[in-house]
């Protein structure tokens, strides 16, 4: 950034850019634009910062963020214990709740294999998983993780792992989205629909 900003701006800025879907432009415009509505937007924004840092941590159930623990989702005594979803991250938890339509449990593993950015299974919440179904009381481990290689290749070894356990494990149905034409579809997702048909 020019010279023309001090240095707590231009910190901003660096921060604002390392956010998802933020470049160097955009950190630059959310800066500015927080800057102009201090009290409205920037003063709040720090404050929920500050709370959220010092608040919330990883469920030590499930692995989802929350500012209790267990959190929210482990606590309610209105879910189906027998279920038990395993999901990529906690935003993948959070698309599940808002869909609406699933009332079980999770468990979060924290990412997903992958041999090329070194990420193995002691990286990952599996043995926990593991442990989780042994002590009883779940009668289905749906995976939802991502038709990606790695998704896949992470599907495989939790479903590997949990066999001994005799616990069925079931994957989340893939293929055409509701809304979705056949003619603006890869030919993977059309082969999977069909497989998946019913």
Not at 113 to 141: M, N, Y
Not at 177 to 188: A, I, K, T, Y
């Amino acid at each position: 950034m020019a010279s023309s900003a001090g240095p707590e701006i231009e910190r901003l800025i660096q921060l604002l850019s390392r956010l998802p879907g933020l470049g160097p432009r955009s950190g630059r415009r959310a800066a500015l634009l927080l800057l102009k509505r201090k009290d409205q937007l920037l003063r709040p924004l720090a404050e929920a910062l500050a709370a959220a840092a010092d608040r919330v941590a990883p469920c030590s159930v499930c692995g989802a963020l929350d500012s209790c623990d267990p959190c929210t989702v482990c606590a309610d005594p209105g879910r189906e214990t027998g279920l038990l979803m395993v999901v990529e991250e906690v935003g993948s938890l959070w698309a599940m709740e808002r869909s609406g339509v699933y009332r079980g449990r999770y468990h979060v593993l924290g990412g997903l294999l992958s041999a090329l950015d070194g990420v193995g299974p002691d990286a990952l919440r599996i043995d926990a998983l593991v442990s989780r179904v042994a002590q009883g009381g779940v009668r289905e481990v749906i995976l939802g993780l991502p038709a990606t290689v790695d998704g896949l290749t992470t599907a495989h070894y939790v479903s590997e792992r949990l066999a001994a356990g005799g616990v069925p494990v079931t994957s989340l149905a893939r293929g055409v989205p509701v809304g979705g034409e056949l003619d603006w579809l890869d030919d993977g997702t059309i082969a999977q629909a069909l497989r998946a048909r019913r």
